[in-house]
């Protein structure tokens, strides 16, 4: 990557819902482990607040817990410049805000797309309150890390 | 056609789970019923046994939208309890949080939920197709009532800084005035803001309210003052259980609260404005009375300017203390705790927010008692929606929903705050 000042690693979720935690697990794992220097966020506020963690020159990576019927551990990787996410693949902040794809969407029709946008999920199962990854998600999470420093080098 | 059924299944651009169901039958609306489904959440439970200093953090997680109004309220009345009162710098430091949750919250309603009620579009996203300038605005504002809270709070949702006595720390002057050009263009936004807003189609609406509001002689109400209404209603906030009541409704998880002499009551921006238009800074109060709502504004579709107007005033406000700003030597004023019972109430953006908490020598919480303003503004969402569509049942049915969901939405509704979304069902029979 030739300017990796531009990354930004975004991750999203509620660290007291257990699965539902490992977009920040793998923000912070990358955190802890990139030896350069690049913007980790660790959750956004809300939907809207997605689109203000970049500008158009800046190289994303967005990482969510997703819900839908396949095996929980089961990663998704969407390049969102160039292909549509399924609208019910991540839920939504709240009924007040917008959702990750919302959010996406929002930014495309302002024009606020930044130069690429990677937005990887993560299936998860147990939504219940903790803080523990599930263990198939907490490997798939472990290899996402990996692979997204790999792709930094 | 005397008999249908109009329904909706959820009404999005509301916070938390209900439903609406209004039935009309020979022409004449017989009911109107806001249907609170959300599950209780039992926080008042959750805080007996706890420690006194823990309400704030816990408060707090009622709602990602207004936790700074829920730190604020058990702050104050843990302090009153305590009989320990946070002045000067800290109490401003408050107050400036207090205008960026405003800021945040009033112009997520106005841009993103309630401005595509008026304009015709489904959610903001059709919105920005059309207004990419407009949104774009919005967006930056909010960010600004985002960075106030995150700067004071510690972050933007669910604070982590502020704490009974005032705050854990205190931000640097220069970190203070590096919000000041920022807000100052906030003026300028909040000011096109009104302008905007004051195009919108209004329906031709206005009921005879009770407002319910604080009001202090100094200041537009944010953290202090008595609790007035228009008519005649003037308390302190230890004598509020002494004239408002709750009940429960069976279709309601959230209880629904009155003045025990008469009923129904309205909280939130419609009442600070009516009750205390003169405390507004001079720059509001000319750009309210210039977007043409006087000094009283009883149309609660209107809200949408009033909600504008106070938008300008937060960052007036924010402005003013920012620029007043020194570091305060301490974060924070010891408080002891000791056997008593403290009451308070704030203004939550959605209106009046009251707090008790009996509490014993060790400071561990025997007793708590929240009332939010969604409980409050329950029996008048319910009224309005009986007058409005009594008033429109020459509408198309289609038109009635759409307008019946606007009418929800004017009180900007947080039930996840009062237990406690919405379904709309209008049966004509």
């Known amino acids: 990557m030739n300017n990796i000042s531009n990354v930004v690693v975004v991750g999203i979720g509620n660290e007291f819902r257990k699965d539902d935690g490992v977009g920040l697990y793998v923000s912070r794992l990358i955190r802890e482990k990139i030896d350069r220097d690049i913007k980790v966020v660790d959750g956004v506020p809300d939907g809207y607040a997605l689109i203000e963690t970049w500008d158009d020159s800046s190289r994303v990576f967005v990482i969510d817990c997703a819900a839908s019927e396949n095996n929980s551990g089961t990663t998704y990787r969407f390049d969102a410049l160039k292909e549509k996410i399924p609208g019910d693949l991540f839920d939504g902040f709240s009924t007040h805000s917008i959702s990750v794809v919302d959010a996406i969407e929002l930014a495309k029709t302002l024009g606020r797309l930044p130069k690429s946008l990677m937005v990887f999920g993560i299936e998860g199962n147990d939504y219940t309150p903790g803080t523990l990854l599930s263990p198939e998600v907490k490997m798939a999470a472990d290899q996402l890390v990996e692979q997204i420093l790999d792709e930094l080098k | ?429």
């Open chain 2, 1 to 429: 056609m005397k008999s249908k059924t109009i329904k909706v299944d959820y009404l999005a651009r509301v916070e938390g789970e209900g439903g609406l169901k209004v039935r009309v039958k020979n022409n004449k609306v017989i009911e109107a019923k806001l249907n609170i489904f959300e599950p209780p959440r039992f926080f008042e439970g959750f805080l007996r046994g706890r420690k006194f200093t823990e309400a704030p953090d816990i408060t707090a997680r009622i709602c990602g939208i207004c936790p700074v109004a829920y730190q604020m309220s058990s702050s104050h009345a843990m302090e009153l309890a305590c009989g320990v009162s946070v002045k000067g710098q800290l109490r401003h430091l408050r107050r400036l949080l207090y205008c960026g949750e405003w800021i945040e919250s009033h112009v997520l309603h106005v841009y993103m939920l309630h401005a595509p009620d008026f304009l015709g579009y489904q959610d903001v996203i059709q919105l920005a197709k059309d207004y990419p300038d407009v949104v774009n605005r919005a967006l930056q504002l909010k960010k600004l009532g985002n960075d106030i809270v995150a700067l004071v709070g510690g972050r933007e949702i669910h604070p982590i800084n502020p704490r009974v006595g005032g705050f854990y720390k205190v931000p640097k002057k220069e970190e203070m005035d590096a919000l000041g050009e920022r807000l100052k263009w906030g003026i300028d936004a909040s000011l096109e803001t009104i302008q905007l807003v004051t195009t919108f189609p209004f329906p031709d609406f206005e009921q005879d309210y009770e407002y319910v509001s604080l009001s202090h002689p100094d200041e537009y109400p944010l953290n202090r003052g008595r609790i007035i209404s228009s008519k005649g209603i003037n308390i302190s906030a230890a004598e509020f259980l002494d004239y408002f009541e709750e009940e429960h409704v069976k279709h309601s998880t959230s209880l629904h609260a009155k003045v025990k002499e008469r009923g129904r009551y309205h909280v939130g921006p419609l009442a600070r404005y009516n009750l205390n238009f003169d405390k507004l800074p001079e720059i509001a109060r000319e750009a309210a009375i210039k977007a043409g709502i006087g000094k009283s504004c009883n149309n609660p579709f209107k809200s949408i300017i009033v909600r504008a107007v106070e938008t300008l005033f937060a960052c007036h406000e924010a402005l003013k203390i920012i620029e007043n700003y020194e570091k305060p030597d301490k974060p924070c004023v010891e408080v002891k705790p000791r056997q008593s019972t403290g009451h308070w109430c704030t203004e939550a953006p959605r209106g009046l927010l009251y707090h008790h908490y009996t509490i014993d020598d060790d400071g561990i919480i025997k007793d708590a008692r929240l009332i939010p303003p969604t409980s409050q503004n329950q029996k008048v969402i319910e009224d309005d929606l009986f007058h409005f569509v009594s008033k429109n049942l020459d509408l198309s049915d289609e038109e009635l929903t759409w307008k019946c969901e606007q009418v929800v939405r004017n009180y900007d509704p947080c039930i996840s705050c009062s237990c406690h979304f919405l379904k709309l069902n209008i049966e004509r029979e």
